[in-house]
């Protein structure tokens, strides 16, 4: 395994960081973590822009819609916040579920935003406004891990994965999961999943046009993310103190990016492909050169 080049550490978080997401554009990374704190950083500089105390709660989650003028946060709080990236707005908020919310993924359009939340349901929100349009029930329990693909496919991870359609409807349940998903991400095509399954430390890899698994790859670590890499070629994990990248056509490891101290929580690929940015927490968000 090779092991690649560190670039930078962002420090400023209280606790430990749970999410981040760069922007589409590249320009901003986003942060959130355990001190109930969002933090956008100029990705580049690695210089932070501004801070909010978004929630009143740990914030579990961040992501942006495709062009993004705008993000989303969810939190332990129960809350679901969406805010406009140029000043950190505050633009829509609800409180529809009664447990923590966990995850979060916009549809296709950026008409609607997703969350999954421990109270076993998918809250769906119209976008900006935050008004709630509805819930989708899984049937799974907890829900920890969220994602839609660019044809609207719904994969949702707890004790078990589903897929779902659009409107809810189960199109694939995969139930064989000792301690269960974490982590979910779609390739930039949507055809194919990447699943992470925490504790058992093994990373799937699904074909969504025949809704089967192509094949998984076993880490001597926990794997508690995934993302493609914009190419889609490759995917990014991290869980323990590592983040790793994997060519999931052969299982190989090919580099492995150390200096975290603590678990690892969230991983995300620069749009222009050079960097990987990792969540730790060891209060840490450290940026890594990919080439």
Known sequence: ????????????????VLALAFSPCGKFLATAGEDNYLRL????????????????????????????????????DRTVK??????????GQAEKHSAPVNCLAFSPDDKLLYSGSDDAQIGVFSSPSCSHKGVIKPKIGDIKALAVSPHGVI????????????????????????????GLA????????????????????????RLLE?????????INCAVFTRDGKYVATGGGSAVKLWDPATGTCLKTFEGHS??????????????????????????????
């Open 1 to 16: 395994m090779e092991q690649t080049t560190l670039l930078k550490t962002l420090t400023g978080h209280a606790d430990g």
């Open 41 to 76: 950083w100029d990705a580049a500089a690695g210089i932070e822009i501004q801070s909010i105390e978004a929630h009143k709660g740990d914030v579990r989650a961040v992501v942006f819609d495709s062009d993004g003028d705008l993000f989303a946060t969810a939190s332990w």
């Open 82 to 91: 969406i805010w406009k990236t140029a000043d950190c707005s505050l633009l």
């Open 155 to 182: 994969a949702a991870g707890g004790v078990e994965l589903r897929l779902l359609s659009a409107s809810g409807d189960l199109l694939k349940d995969n139930d064989s999961y000792m301690y269960g998903v974490r």
């Open 186 to 209: 779609f390739s930039p095509d949507g055809k194919r999943l990447a699943v992470a399954t925490g504790m058992e430390k093994r990373l799937e890899i699904w074909d969504m046009d």
């Open 214 to 222: 192509l094949g998984s790859v076993k880490d001597n670590d926990w």
């Open 262 to 291: 603590d678990e690892i929580y969230g991983v995300d690929v620069s749009p222009d492909g050079r960097y990987i940015a990792s969540a730790s927490n060891d209060k840490t968000v450290k940026l890594w050169s990919l080439s």
